[in-house]
């Protein structure tokens, strides 16, 4: 198979499910929005993910609410299986059917160095074996497991194994498996150059953001709401703008342009001359 095909294919289940979907190029392949919004990067072999795709898919995830995903079937070691969540630099990665599976509420494992994991709730476990009356040294007994790594699933310094899990579930007939959560990290790195520098001015505004690399768009931030910057050298370029324009519009970012001269455009754009001078983050919403 090949990475287009693989790719189309997941569009085609996105629009059964009534999902709207964008082509994209770079650090991520596919928007998708329908009560969430998730973008996706999609290999057939995972070690082609760079670490800088991974940076640029978080920040743009942290200030847009976007959920980014890795979508792969393989890496030059194993091949992935179904219903388990795995991770690379942070972003989970999953099959087409494990992701589909978690888009429609459905709970995955989580491969953690080699073992497979889970979420549970600790409060209910802890709960119900204090209900029957079990002491930790007398139901890690009858699981097969230590007081210790009991009492540590209980207190949440370690996720279970799956297996432990179930065994816990059947043993005090409850159900403690949740669905796996992900945290999204904000990346920030000392960017230097051009974009960095105009990163760099837009926080002296007050104005928080991040550089994104192999993305359509440069910059990447939040005031009230969050904010896409496209970079362009002047009016040549506009047709770069009208791909970021429809991004924003399924993040519901507002967009606007940053360009070397002063450029005659829809889409609110300011000139580094004209940045440079700004002094509030007033004079830059009014801008924009």
Not at 142 to 149: D, P, R
Request: charged residues 35%; contains cysteine; glycine residues 4%.
């Amino acid at each position: 198979m090949r990475k287009f095909s693989l790719i189309e294919r997941i569009k085609r289940l996105f629009e059964k499910r009534d999902f709207k979907v964008l082509d994209c190029k770079g650090c991520f392949d596919l928007v998708a929005k329908k009560d969430k919004i998730f973008i996706l990067k999609i290999l057939l072999n995972a070690d082609a993910f760079k670490v800088e795709y991974a940076k640029s898919m978080s920040n743009i995830g942290y200030f847009t609410g976007a959920k980014p995903f890795l979508i792969s079937l393989r890496s030059n070691r194993t091949t992935f299986l179904n219903h388990v969540i795995y991770q690379r630099f942070n972003i989970p990665l999953v099959t087409p059917i494990t992701f589909f599976e978690l888009v429609e509420g459905k709970k995955a494992k989580v491969a953690k160095k080699g073992k497979i994991l889970v979420e549970i709730d600790a409060e209910k476990l802890k709960r119900k074996r204090q209900e029957l009356g079990f002491s930790l040294a007398q139901l890690s007994k009858k699981i097969g497991i230590s007081k210790k790594a009991l009492y540590e699933i209980e207190n949440r310094r370690k996720k279970p194994l799956y297996e432990t899990a179930k065994k816990i579930e059947k043993f005090l007939r409850i159900s403690i498996i949740k669905q796996a959560n992900f945290k999204i990290e904000k990346f920030v790195e000392e960017e230097k150059g051009e974009i960095g520098f105009l990163s760099k001015k837009l926080k002296e505004l007050g104005i928080e953001n991040c550089v994104v690399k192999f993305s359509p768009f440069e910059i990447v931030g939040r005031e009230k709401e969050s904010l896409i910057a496209k970079f362009v050298k002047d009016e040549k370029n506009l047709k770069e703008i009208e791909k970021v324009e429809s991004i924003a519009k399924f993040f519901g970012s507002k967009i606007f342009v940053i360009s070397e001269k002063d450029i005659k455009t829809q889409i609110p754009s300011i000139s580094i001359s004209t940045l440079q001078n700004l002094k509030s983050k007033h004079e830059f919403l009014n801008l924009i």
